[in-house]
């Protein structure tokens, strides 16, 4: 067999062993163990591979930025701060039609700038706002549609852990990938409120929510004061995570552990967090990293074992030839990159996609920042696509006993925010300016 087609039957593998339930990282490592020991038909070549993978690829000071990240995303969780940030938008947007929608997108954006773990969005607002929806009157579908379609932000909107991956993936800068994510991100959260009201006003039976806010006296009033003094803590961790990362007062690690301690600190002062509390965080914490670092060490051994079969630059050859251009490649990129979303988690999209694009992209001169938020957006989609839909099973789960939402009406509610992020996506690659305007 030649480089070329072992390279392809090694992708071809991959997906035919995750189709067939093996975990992710075994099956990059597996397959790349072997497709090396193929290429260079000795034993010593890919455990070689194999250790210089997880030394190099783990060993650098950035790598600590992922863990500190998501230890903060879950100490936020934990201190309920999604909650006061979704009763401050509630307030504020209670008088208009479709507002609780868009109060659950506005949360959503807010939280995302706080945390970066579209994860911990689905849970947190699937608790929070899918019951205050649907005792205002929302259908169902409708609602968990809003919380699925607005949970992904996450992504986007720094500190993001997927642009964190792609920037140590491609040897980018994180700062200028968060950057680069602020006005995708606010294009996108605005979309959304825009199609929100427009369906409250042009879709009524669909959307539901003719009791407004107004009319029901149960609900509960936010005084200026509780609004100041929910808003501080808020206010603090996005000023000392972005702020000191924009400022260059932390390295983007710095910041993760300045923003880890700002959450501890005020989920002690909200009494949110015991001692068996704070051991749940810190062992899931544990867990999520060692799944992400996983994936990585095993996508470097792919990475490079893609290199040595061949694969990318042959690739990158037939498509020069097929005279597509740019914009054609990047058609078939991103149909790539939504296809696999029916597979894959987004982590595992970037880690496999963009090592075996990137050789074929870089004769076009492209900016990786802006590719970087392409990528995400387009892998943002898989979230709310069938049949894994990461963001859709946590809204089903965190719902598990409530038989009035099958994971049917969650996929169908988030069906047309994931046309409007197809639609981000299109406008995105048409003005990459967009993109590269704060960087």
């Known amino acids: 067999m030649t480089g070329f087609e072992i390279g392809l039957f090694s992708v071809l593998a991959i997906l035919i062993l995750i189709y067939a339930g093996l975990y992710i990282p075994v099956a990059l490592g597996l397959v790349s163990f072997v497709s090396v020991w193929l290429l260079r038909g000795t034993m010593e070549a890919p455990i070689y591979l194999l250790t210089l993978a997880a030394s190099n690829s783990l060993e ?3 790598f600590g930025v992922i863990p500190l990240f998501v230890l903060m995303g879950l100490l936020v969780s934990k201190s309920e701060l999604g909650r006061d940030i979704y009763e401050i938008a509630n307030h504020g947007l209670r008088r208009l039609k479709g507002g609780l929608g868009v109060a659950t997108v506005a949360a959503n954006a807010a939280f995302a700038a706080i945390t970066g773990v579209s994860i911990a969005s689905a849970a947190v607002f699937t608790r929070v706002s899918v019951p205050e929806m649907l005792r205002f009157g929302y259908k169902p579908r409708f609602a968990v549609g809003v919380v699925a379609g607005s949970s992904v932000l996450g992504m986007l909107i720094p500190p993001s852990v ?5 920037a140590l993936i491609t040897e980018q800068s994180v700062a200028d990938l968060f950057k680069a994510g602020i006005l995708p991100g606010i294009i996108l959260s605005v979309s959304y409120s825009i199609a929100i009201v427009l369906m409250a006003h042009f879709t009524p039976a669909y959307v539901g929510g003719e009791k407004t806010l107004v009319e029901d006296s149960s609900i509960k009033r936010v005084s200026s004061k509780e609004i100041a003094v929910k808003t501080v803590p808020i206010l603090t961790l996005v000023l000392l995570v972005l702020g000191g990362i ?16 700002g959450a501890l600190l005020i989920a002690l002062l909200k009494r949110k967090l015991d001692k068996t509390a704070l051991w749940n965080v810190l062992v899931e914490t544990g867990h999520i990293t060692a799944s992400i670092l996983m994936l990585i060490v095993a996508a470097t051994m792919y990475s490079r074992m893609l290199a040595l079969s061949g694969l990318p630059n042959d690739l990158g050859e037939w498509i020069s030839n097929a005279d597509i251009g740019l914009y054609g490649i990047l058609a078939v990129y991103v149909l790539i990159l939504i296809l696999m979303g029916t597979i894959l988690d987004t982590t595992s999209i970037i880690l496999i996609m963009v090592p075996l694009f990137l050789p074929i992209m870089e004769p076009f001169g492209i900016d990786l920042i802006w590719f970087g938020i392409i990528t995400i957006v387009g892998a943002e989609i898989g979230l709310l696509t069938p ?30 925010f994931a046309v409007i992020m197809f639609f981000v996506l299109i406008f995105l690659i048409i003005f990459p300016e967009i993109s590269l305007m704060l960087v």
Request: proline share 6%; with cysteine.
């Open 60 to 62: 650098d000071y950035i």
């Open 162 to 166: 997927m642009l964190i991956i792609y």
């Open 246 to 261: 924009y400022g260059g007062f932390f390295t983007p690690t710095e910041a993760g552990a300045v923003g880890a301690f």
């Open 387 to 416: 049949p894994l839909g990461i963001a859709c099973y946590v809204i089903k789960a965190t719902l598990s006993d409530d038989d009035r939402i099958t994971l049917f009406d969650i996929f169908a509610g988030a069906f047309p």
